[in-house]
């Protein structure tokens, strides 16, 4: 029964929103998937990109020349991509959800001054704009901020394994070992 | 010599008060009068005239006792028909009070055999004032045959109804009950939107909804007419008019206005997509223009750049160099030169690829540049809308919402138009951004390492 219940709920809030809820559920929906997807990178795929680069570079025997240089920067590079895919769309999900808030306010309040232009003081149809105006806002603020939080933790996970990986593909391993 | 002068003084100013004094006198032929040549003359005149004047002055006299008697007579006349007709009005009001009286006795008794008709006679005028405001207000006035002046008489009469009346206020309500339950089909005039009238066939919901030709419309009270609606309704429920027109199921779908008329009215008062827009105002103009010239150049970067993208990718899967492509060319550059050493084919590829990569960058700014610009120029609409605001509160006053919302809805209209065009820009720029960067990033680490693993294997192979 809770479901039936949860979903009258759901259904509830977005119908007192308005349409710019629908959109912000959208954005946020893929917003987390991004983010639960990077995650579940972190934790299995990129051990396994992790190896494959340590084997690439262990396989040459030759780990100072020139060439040996560049062949490690594409190596870091192609990690760092697979490390960073999708964080500047995280990013700017996060940024777009106090906008599209922003707008969710600015519609319901025209709401507001059209029932106020077209006959003073129906305070009912009133309130049907104001909650248009400040459900979306609340609902982009609190997407913004949960997205903000582990966009920041993201970020800075991905960059200290970018580190890791270029650190650990020694450019003198006869020196260093 | 001291009494001559003051002689001579008064004989000059007595002459023209004398001279005067004749004039007046004298009869009013003035002309006639012959004018006094000396003193004497002028004395034998007046001494004429004091004469005549004493005769008139008798005569006058004489006249006025005559008179004095007549009138006399007249106001003993005028007093005994005050008298008498004082004696007729005491009689009267004994009789008026009389009357009074009996029509008092009268009126209780009336009252006292009236008893519940007279709660009735109220009933029936209320009740058929009610009707006749419905009739005249709804929709169902517009299949004919509701009689208003029956209806009207009925309401402002103060006599008691007769019984033909009555039942036919009885047949008024009945026929009123019976055009509100059904949905009817009929032929009647309707003003169009041009403003002509026309016959047409209309089909009447109740007294909810009319169409024709798949149209609302509305009922117009004082001109007793059904008049199309300019704006109509949004088209899921226009469709169902359309099909409702058109069915031939005895269940329909059909969207009605409830409020008889009110919802539809509403509907012409709210501003369509476009007006909206217009309240924007330069603004709001300067926001789209922007806007769409963001776009259009965005989506031309974004396919420039696809198709670079998707040419490096062949050319790194490839082992011919084609120059149609930034990677190309850089891995043509360091093929030309193979000879140098590496130095300086570093210095040459990192030139090659900085003049690449400023071309893959071309125009992003401009996207970046709006998606920034347009909410902060949304911002401006506000401040400029709210000034109309607190002017039109300086100088009407803050009583009348409608002197205001001029410039609230420029504000908030460009504010809206500022976030419309930002969102999808800042996605744009954002994902044309990341592209570019990975192309770039491909350029300036793949392009040295594709050389490096290229000499290897050629030294392999060698």
């Given at each position: 029964m809770w479901e039936v219940e949860a979903f009258a709920v759901v259904r509830g809030f977005i119908e007192q929103g308005g349409d710019v809820l629908l959109v912000i559920a959208f954005v946020t929906a893929v917003m987390w998937t991004l983010i639960l997807e990077r995650m579940w990178y972190f934790r299995t795929g990129f051990r396994h990109d992790f190896a494959q680069a340590q084997a690439l570079w262990d396989?040459?025997?030759?780990?100072?020349s020139w060439n040996s240089r560049q062949i490690r920067r594409v190596i870091v590079s192609d990690v760092r991509v697979e490390l960073f895919w999708g964080m500047g769309m995280i990013g700017t999900l996060v940024a777009l959800c106090p906008m599209l808030g922003l707008l969710g306010t600015v519609t319901g309040m025209i709401e507001v001054f059209d029932v106020m232009a077209a006959g003073g003081g129906n305070t009912r149809g009133m309130a049907a704009g104001v909650s248009k105006a400040t459900l979306p806002t609340m609902a982009g603020m609190v997407a913004a901020i949960s997205g903000m939080l582990f966009h920041v933790q993201l970020e800075r996970f991905a960059e200290s394994a970018a580190n890791r990986v270029s650190d650990n593909l020694e450019m003198f391993p006869e020196q260093s070992s | 010599m001291r009494t001559l002068l003051t002689t001579l003084l008064l004989f000059f100013v007595l002459w023209p008060t004398a001279a005067l004094l004749a004039e007046e006198t004298?009869?009013?032929?003035?002309?006639s009068k012959p004018q006094p040549r000396s003193l004497d003359e002028l004395l034998i005149m007046v001494s004429e005239g004091y004469e005549t004047e004493r005769e008139i002055n008798r005569r006058r006299v004489e006249e006025f006792i005559k008179n004095r008697d007549h009138q006399e007579r007249l106001l003993a006349d005028a007093m005994a028909v005050i008298s008498r007709e004082e004696a007729k009005s005491q009689i009267l009001e004994v009789e008026y009070n009389e009357n009074e009286l009996a029509i008092g006795t009268s009126q209780a008794r009336m009252t006292e055999r009236l008893g519940e008709l007279g709660e009735l006679f109220g009933v029936v005028r209320q009740v058929a004032a009610d009707l006749g405001a419905q009739t005249w207000n709804?929709?169902?006035?517009?299949d004919g045959g509701s009689q208003q002046e029956l209806l009207d008489r009925l309401g402002r009469s103060t006599e008691l109804p007769t019984t033909a009346d009555l039942e036919k206020l009885w047949l008024e309500l009945q026929r009123e009950i019976t055009k509100q339950g059904k949905v009817s089909r009929y032929r009647t005039t309707v003003l169009t939107i041009e403003g002509t009238q026309e016959e047409r066939e209309v089909i009447r919901a109740g007294p909810f909804s009319a169409i024709s030709n798949g149209r609302y419309l509305l009922w117009e009270p004082e001109d007793q007419l059904l008049r199309e609606l300019g704006r109509q309704p949004p088209s899921n429920h226009l469709d169902t008019a359309e099909s409702f027109a058109n069915a031939t199921t005895y269940f329909a779908k059909f969207s009605v206005d409830p409020s008889r008329g009110g919802l539809l009215l509403a509907l012409i008062d709210t501003p369509s997509r476009t007006e909206r827009v217009q309240q924007g105002g330069a603004v709001g103009a300067v926001i789209i223009v922007l806007g769409v010239v963001a776009l259009i150049v965005g989506v031309w970067r974004w396919i420039v750049i696809a198709i670079t993208s998707s040419k490096i990718s062949a050319q790194r899967n490839s082992e011919t160099i084609d120059v149609n492509n930034p990677l190309g060319r850089i891995l043509e550059v360091a093929e030309r030169n193979a000879n140098f050493d590496t130095e300086t084919l570093e210095l040459k590829l990192d030139e090659v690829v900085l003049r690449e990569s400023s071309k893959l960058e071309n125009f992003l700014w401009l996207v970046k540049t709006v998606s920034v610009i347009s909410p902060l120029l949304g911002l401006l609409g506000t401040v400029t809308g709210m000034i109309q605001t607190f002017q039109a509160i300086t100088l009407?006053?803050?009583?009348?919402p409608k002197m205001m919302a001029g410039g609230i809805s420029q504000a908030l209209v460009t504010t809206m138009l500022g976030l419309i065009v930002a969102i999808p820009l800042v996605l744009l720029s954002d994902t044309l951004a990341n592209s570019v960067r990975k192309l770039i990033d491909i350029l300036d680490e793949k392009s040295a390492g594709l050389i490096a693993l290229r000499s290897e294997k050629d030294n392999v192979g060698g």
């Open positions: 396989a040459r025997t030759d780990h100072s | 004298a009869s009013p032929p003035k002309a709804s929709l169902t006035s517009s009407f006053g803050a009583g009348d």
